[in-house]
């Protein structure tokens, strides 16, 4: 089946490590998104990228950082500089057009203690 | 993108219609209404978008007034699986791939 994978669902860090989120796509959409959604709110940009090797920072990209080596996969760091990292993650990709529809993964739950 | 303004929560019976507002009166005549809806603990997931006519599909219709300061969403039989929170979105077409922005939404509650 065609679409975005997350992994893992649920993601536990001591506070001072650093640690990155998975996502994978295999829609062959060119643009892929980060997202930060915290309890209540709405979702938050963090990253995007257009184009493999390209990328531009978002919103809330302080504490952050993304790499797009291949089409398929935007994997996000969440570094130890990000104040306040406990969050769900959601990752998402899109193809241009008319009919732009942005698809998005199932998320991760980050918890930071 | 120009911006929307949706209430924060609806409430409405199951098996009944839902019209959810937003309103939208900064809109310029290239933005394209979308809208999404997030189901509890999930990614959000597109519904439906349109530029001026009314539109339908599996999921949902979409009613768009005349001078498109204004849209609403239908459900017509609203079932307990609907119960999320619903975005309305402006995106421009020349926006290319650049991302969706987010509002709060509007918060969907089905009583059974």
């Known amino acids: 089946d065609g679409g975005i994978t997350q992994s893992p669902k649920y993601l536990f860090r001591k506070e001072g490590q650093n640690v990155t989120l998975s996502c994978e796509q295999n829609?062959?959409?060119?643009?892929m998104y980060w997202y930060r959604q915290d309890p209540g709110q709405g979702l938050r940009l963090i990253y995007y990228?257009?184009?493999?090797?390209?990328?531009q920072k978002g919103d809330i990209a302080e504490g952050y950082s993304v790499s797009r080596e291949k089409k398929e996969s935007f994997p996000l760091t969440v570094t130890s500089a990000q104040k306040n990292p406990t969050a769900f993650y959601l990752c998402?990709?899109?193809?241009?057009?008319?009919?732009?529809?942005?698809?998005f993964g199932p998320g991760t739950r980050l918890t930071v203690t | 993108d120009a911006k929307t303004t949706q209430p924060n929560s609806m409430e409405s019976n199951e098996e009944e219609p839902v019209h959810l507002p937003c309103n939208h009166s900064?809109?310029?005549?290239?933005?394209?209404i979308h809208w999404y809806r997030q189901l509890p603990s999930q990614g959000p997931e597109y519904v439906i978008h349109?530029?001026?006519s009314n539109v339908n599909n599996r999921m949902a219709s979409l009613a768009i007034a005349e001078d498109r300061k204004s849209s609403t969403l239908i459900l017509h039989r609203a079932t307990l699986r609907d119960a999320a929170v619903y975005y309305c979105?402006?995106?421009?077409?020349?926006?290319?791939?650049?991302?969706?922005?987010f509002g709060k939404g509007t918060r969907l509650s089905v009583i059974a």
């Open positions: 979105i402006l995106r421009a077409l020349s926006s290319g791939n650049t991302p969706l922005v």
């Open positions: 829609l062959n959409h060119d643009a």
């Open positions: 990228s257009q184009i493999v090797n390209d990328f």
């Open positions: 349109g530029l001026t």
């Open positions: 900064t809109i310029s005549g290239t933005d394209y």
């Open positions: 998402a990709s899109s193809v241009s057009g008319e009919s732009y529809e942005q698809y």
